[in-house]
C-alpha cells in the first residue's frame, strides 16, 4: 500500500455536501491517509480524486467539467441526489461514467474510491482516466489460459478489432458474460466511445422501452422533460443487453425494428433518430429452443448473433482456477486490507475437485468471503467449510454427458463381487492417481491418517 497521502477534492453545486462527507469518512485504509477539501474554484491537480456534486443541467460546474474533460485526466466521480433520470443521462452522454445517485448509491460511492485509492488508480502520472479502464478490462487482461478459453479470447479479438458487428454471447450464469462484453468493447475501435450496459430482468416491463428507447416530454403523466434513452446514449460506442431471452415478445419486435432500420423513435416521439451502436447481448437460456417454442423471435436471434461466442463453464477450465483463485485473492487483500498469500495444496486439489456449479462468480465470492474472515496467510479447506459441506457425495447419472470431468471419480464395478472394503481401496488408489500419487494430499481428501491410507492401497485384493 502506498502511503503517501491520498487528495480529495469536493467541489457541489450546493452548500450541502454532507452526504458526501459522510461517505469519504466511511473509508478506512491502513497506512493510508486520507485528505478531503471543499475549494472554491475548480482546479485539477496531480494524483487528486475529483468528486462532484450536480444537481441541475444548468450547473456551471458541470458545463465546466464538460469542455475541459479531455484534457483532465483525474479520476472524475459524480454525485448526482434524488435520481435525476435526465440529468444522469445527460451526464453519461458527456463521458462521464462514475456517477453514484445518494442517498441510494452511498454505499456503493464508498467502496468505489476505496478501490481507487488502494488500486493506486487515482495517479495522474499514470494513466488517464478513460484510458485506465479501457486497459483493466480488455481481453488481453482477462484470466485464463486453458485451451477452451484462450480459443474464446482469439475468436473475441477477431470480432472486436476487425468489424463492429453484434455479438450474442452464451454461457451459464457466472460465466463472467458481463466482463467479457466490456473486454470486447474495449479492444475495439470506438474503445474510446460510451459502453452502456442493462440488466433486461432489472427493470418493469413497462419501464424497459423508454429505457431503451428514451421519451419526449408529455410522452406519459410523469413524463415533464425529455430523456435520452439507453441506445442514444450508447452513441457509437456498445450497448449491452444482458440477459436478453428474458425480454418479451412486443419489445422483441421494437429491438428488432431499432436494429434493421437503424433508428429508434422515443416513447411519445415521431422523429427517427439514428443510431450507432454495436449491441453486445448475452444469456444463459437456450435461445434456439425458446425459437422452436415460440418464446423468441427468430429474425431476432439472426440479428443479434452476428457472431456468437459461448463462454466456457469453470468446470472445463480447470487450469484456470487455480490462477483465477490467486487473481481474486490479490483483488479482496486490496479491499480488505490483507496479505494473504496463496491457497493450501488441500484446497488446491479441493478446487480442482469442485464442480463449480456457480462458475467464476461462486470461485469470486467463496475466495471474498475466505480473505474477509481469514487471520491466517494463507487460505486452507478449514476456510471454505460452508463450500465443502455442500458438495453432493454421489452425483445423478445425468449430470454429465460425454466425457468424465476431471473432478469425477468414475468406477464400473461388478456388484456381485465388490464388498465395501473393496470399494475403499479401489476409491482410495483413484484418489491418489488424481493427485499425481501425493499420499499426503490424498489422505487428507479422504479424511484418513497416512498409515490408514498405507495400508488401505497395499491391501491385496
Not at 460452508?386 to 461388478?414: K, Q, T, W, Y
Not at 487428507?444 to 495400508?455: A, Y
Request: hydrophobic share 40%; aromatic share 8%; glycine share 6%.
Amino acid at each position: 500500500m502506498n502511503s503517501k497521502k491520498v487528495n480529495i477534492k469536493i467541489y457541489s453545486d450546493s452548500d450541502d455536501i454532507s452526504a458526501i462527507n459522510s461517505g469519504l469518512r466511511q473509508i478506512e485504509l491502513e497506512s493510508v491517509p486520507i485528505a478531503f477539501t471543499n475549494p472554491n474554484s475548480f482546479s485539477a491537480e496531480e494524483d487528486t480524486i475529483l468528486v462532484l456534486q450536480i444537481d441541475s443541467l444548468s450547473s456551471g460546474l458541470l458545463a465546466e467539467v464538460a469542455q475541459s474533460k479531455k484534457e483532465i485526466p483525474n479520476k472524475i466521480i459524480i454525485v448526482v441526489r434524488n435520481n435525476n433520470a435526465l440529468l444522469v443521462s445527460t451526464i453519461l452522454k458527456m463521458g462521464l461514467h462514475d456517477i453514484f445517485v445518494f442517498p441510494y448509491e452511498m454505499m456503493k460511492f464508498t467502496f468505489h474510491i476505496k478501490e481507487i485509492i488502494s488500486n493506486g488508480l487515482y495517479k495522474t502520472s499514470v494513466l488517464s482516466q478513460k484510458d485506465d479502464g479501457i486497459l483493466r478490462h480488455n481481453l488481453s487482461n482477462l484470466v485464463g489460459s486453458s485451451p477452451k478459453f484462450s480459443r474464446t479470447i482469439e475468436l473475441a479479438k477477431k470480432v472486436s478489432q476487425q468489424s463492429s458487428s453484434n455479438v450474442l454471447l452464451l454461457g451459464e450464469t457466472g460465466t463472467g458474460k458481463g466482463l467479457f462484453a466490456r473486454a470486447i468493447h474495449n479492444y475495439g475501435k470506438n474503445r474510446k466511445e460510451p459502453f452502456v450496459d442493462i440488466v433486461c430482468t432489472a427493470i418493469p416491463e413497462n419501464l424497459l422501452e423508454s429505457e431503451l428507447f428514451g421519451y419526449e416530454a408529455g410522452a406519459f403523466t410523469s413524463a415533464k422533460t425529455k430523456k435520452l434513452g439507453l441506445f442514444e446514449i450508447a452513441d457509437n460506442g456498445a450497448l449491452f443487453l444482458d440477459e436478453i431471452g428474458d425480454m418479451s415478445l412486443n419489445l422483441q419486435a421494437k429491438l428488432l425494428r431499432a436494429i434493421e432500420k437503424k433508428v429508434i423513435k422515443r416513447v411519445g416521439g415521431i422523429v427517427d433518430i439514428p443510431i450507432y451502436a454495436r449491441i453486445i447481448s448475452a444469456t444463459n437460456k437456450n435461445i434456439e429452443q425458446m425459437i422452436e417454442e415460440g418464446t423468441f423471435r427468430r429474425d431476432l436471434y439472426h440479428r443479434l448473433n452476428v457472431v456468437t461466442i459461448e463462454l466456457p463453464p469453470l468446470r472445463e477450465r480447470n487450469e484456470d482456477i487455480v490462477s483465477l483463485a490467486d487473481h481474486f485473492i490479490e483483488e479482496f487483500n486490496f479491499t480488505f486490507n490483507k496479505s494473504v498469500k496463496k491457497i493450501s495444496r488441500e484446497l488446491k486439489y479441493f478446487f480442482l475437485g469442485y464442480p463449480w456449479p456457480g462458475n467464476v462468480r461462486e470461485l469470486k465470492n467463496v475466495i471474498e468471503r475466505a480473505v474477509l474472515l481469514t487471520e491466517n496467510g494463507e487460505l486452507t479447506l478449514n476456510d471454505f467449510s460452508n463450500l465443502i459441506n455442500s458438495v453432493p457425495a454421489v452425483l445423478h447419472p445425468g449430470s454429465f454427458d460425454g466425457e468424465v470431468p476431471d473432478n469425477v471419480i468414475r468406477m464400473d464395478l461388478n456388484y456381485g463381487t465388490t464388498d465395501l472394503k473393496k470399494l475403499s481401496k479401489y476409491y482410495a488408489i483413484k484418489v491418489l492417481e488424481k493427485v499425481g500419487g501425493n499420499k499426503s494430499q490424498a489422505s487428507k481428501l479422504l479424511g484418513i491418517s497416512r498409515p490408514k491410507l498405507d495400508t488401505l492401497v497395499s491391501k491385496k485384493k
